[in-house]
């Protein structure tokens, strides 16, 4: 008789699955390497341009991507195999990384080269961002999903610690004694380092052993493609998650503008960057943990709105600050309080959406995300050219306050969601399957 499987520790429940683990092993080393790309892409560009509206163009070439191929990205995660359009898509993402350094070494001073190899990461983020999502409901047994999501944050986090300040020390290093073409230095190292990330991360994707196969059976048509958007439009409790997350970040999000923080305003270095970069991710591995082991298990709608105006709050800190510890343990504070939220709308998504529809709804999460992310970067790069940095924070700290408290009055049904679980969740979708076989 073959022995029962110990049961995993509390707080560990997800890891008990070999396909988690390894999947979890792969996003560390692809998001160190993007986290620390980007810390260089950040610096190069401002070191070219010194001006504000340039760093918001670099969010605004990661974004266009994910609009213009939203609906055949969550068609293609419910179409194909979930584990091969996200190689596929890491795979362009070496391309585009090896572009980069190829440009690093040549010492350009085209801004224009730089955005249009960032259009294409964004490209291949569009399509891989809606599978990765959607794959996870496969590595872990359901009664796990909550755990999962919780340490697939933690991770995230924990590397974005790392990941930011680790291009900011290569960025600064005297590699020139270990690297023999002289003009691989600053940037260029960066970009063989995040290389390197994205060849393991397709190593280790390729050993799972997942075969979601295909989820979506029926030809392709627009109704079909459409089928995320009328989901989400008539299932109020994530239209509410989703236009949440986007309005907050948008206007809350100071990301764009840490090279100004730290060059201007802080006269920190690239290292002083990569800390402030660093900071939310400390607050958030912090929260991540405390929540693997003590998970919420009611309210957790009071909870979302709850962490969003704390995260508001810290963002307006955070542009007044004149003192560098002020401004890390400010942006730790949110980054704490916005884990709490990034988990419980992770949750929702999942949760009250049907497997075969996953794909689809995640692409239009992901729409909104990228618009909170890279367009919120914009949107901060266009204000701090107008205003400045300092007032273009404070004021996007308010506005956040501003949308939690209109938010909780528009969606009863996000503000009463109760337990995280799928029983729970699709009570606030009247009729889900309904809905789901009318699409």
């Known amino acids: 008789m073959k022995p029962a499987s110990p049961r995993p520790r509390r707080g560990l429940e997800a890891f008990a699955s070999r396909d988690f683990r390894r999947y979890q092993l792969a996003r560390v080393t692809a998001i160190l390497g993007a986290e620390a790309q980007s810390v260089a892409v950040a610096w190069q560009v401002y070191s070219i341009t010194h001006r504000a509206i340039d760093l918001g163009y670099t969010g605004l070439a990661l974004f266009l991507p994910g609009l213009i191929f939203l609906l055949p990205a969550g068609h293609a995660a419910d179409r194909f195999d979930r584990r091969h359009v996200i190689m596929v898509c890491y795979s362009l993402q070496i391309f585009c990384t090896t572009a980069l350094i190829l440009l690093a070494r040549n010492h350009t001073h085209s801004i224009l080269a730089i955005y249009t190899v960032l259009f294409f990461i964004g490209t291949g983020r569009a399509f891989s961002g809606p599978a990765s999502s959607a794959l996870i409901p496969h590595l872990v047994p359901e009664s796990h999903f909550v755990n999962a999501v919780t340490w697939g944050g933690a991770i995230f986090q924990l590397s974005n610690i790392t990941g930011p300040a680790l291009g900011g020390l290569l960025f600064t290093l005297p590699l020139t004694h270990f690297v023999p073409d002289s003009r691989l230095e600053g940037a260029g190292i960066v970009y063989v380092f995040t290389l390197s990330t994205l060849v393991w991360y397709l190593i280790l994707v390729g050993t799972l052993h997942a075969r979601p196969g295909r989820m979506e059976h029926r030809e392709l048509s627009l109704k079909v493609l459409l089928a995320g958007f009328r989901y989400v439009g008539r299932a109020r ?157 404070v004021i996007g700290g308010l506005g956040s306050l501003a949308v939690a408290a209109l938010w909780a009055g528009l969606f009863p049904s996000l503000r009463n969601a109760d337990k995280l679980t799928a029983e729970s969740l699709r009570e606030h979708i009247p009729a889900a399957q309904e809905i789901l076989s009318g699409l």
């Open 237 to 393: 409790l994530l239209l509410g998650s989703f236009s949440l997350d986007l309005f907050v970040v948008l206007l809350g999000g100071a990301t764009a503008l840490m090279p100004i923080f730290a060059h201007d305003i802080l006269h920190q270095g690239p290292r002083g960057l990569g800390m402030l970069r660093a900071a939310p991710a400390v607050g958030a591995v912090l929260m991540s943990l405390v929540m693997a082991r003590f998970p919420l298990h009611r309210y957790a709608g009071r909870w979302l709105f709850a962490c969003v105006s704390i995260f508001g709050a810290a963002t307006v800190i955070f542009g007044m600050s004149r003192m560098l510890w002020v401004s890390l343990l400010s942006l730790a504070v949110a980054g704490a309080a916005d884990t709490v939220s990034v988990i419980i709308r992770g949750s929702l998504l999942q949760l009250a959406t049907p497997p075969a529809m996953r794909g689809r709804v995640s692409a239009v999460n992901s729409l909104f995300v990228g618009a909170s992310n890279e367009l919120g970067e914009f949107e901060s790069g266009l204000t701090a050219q107008w205003w400045g940095a300092v007032p273009a924070t």
